[in-house]
Nanobody, 126 residues
Framework: QVQLVESGGGSVQAGGSLRLSCAAS????????MGWFRQTPTKEREVVAT????????DYAPSIKGRFTISRDNAKNTLYLEMNSLEPEDTAMYYC???????????????????WGQGTQVTVSS
C-alpha cells in the first residue's frame, strides 16, 4: 500500500525556516515524480513545488520566489522541502504527493498526483 508521511511542520516567526520531510513506502519511489502542495480553508489546493524522478527538473509556484527548495533522496525514499524566509502567507497545510503514473515527466498540477499524505501544518506568525 502506498504510504506518504509528512513531518517537520510547526509554528515559526516570519523570516524563520522549516524543513519538511515526506517518507514514502509501498512503491518504487525513484520512479515517480513527486510534489509538495498546500491548502488553506480559504484557498484551493495549490502546487508549491514538484520534482522529477531524479531531480533533473523542478517546478515552483511564483509566490515561492526562490525561498523554497524541493529535493529528494531516492536512496532514502524521502522527499524534502526546505523553506526559508517564511511569511505569514505561507501558513497552510502542506501535503506530499506522488504522481499517478511512473516515469520522468515533470507534473505540475494537483490532478496529476494520485497519492497523498495526511499533511503537516505550517503556521507562520508576524
Amino acid at each position: 500500500q502506498v504510504q506518504l508521511v509528512e513531518s517537520g511542520g510547526g509554528s515559526v516567526q516570519a523570516g524563520g525556516s522549516l524543513r519538511l520531510s515526506c517518507a514514502a513506502s509501498g512503491f518504487l519511489f525513484r520512479n515517480y515524480c513527486m510534489g509538495w502542495f498546500r491548502q488553506t480553508p480559504t484557498k484551493e489546493r495549490e502546487v508549491v513545488a514538484t520534482i522529477t524522478t531524479y531531480g533533473a527538473a523542478t517546478d515552483y509556484a511564483p509566490s515561492i520566489k526562490g525561498r523554497f527548495t524541493i529535493s529528494r533522496d531516492n536512496a532514502k525514499n524521502t522527499l524534502y522541502l526546505e523553506m526559508n524566509s517564511l511569511e505569514p502567507e505561507d501558513t497552510a497545510m502542506y501535503y506530499c504527493a506522488a504522481a499517478r503514473s511512473s516515469g520522468g515527466y515533470l507534473f505540475t498540477r494537483p490532478e496529476d498526483f494520485g497519492y497523498w499524505g495526511q499533511g503537516t501544518q505550517v503556521t507562520v506568525s508576524s
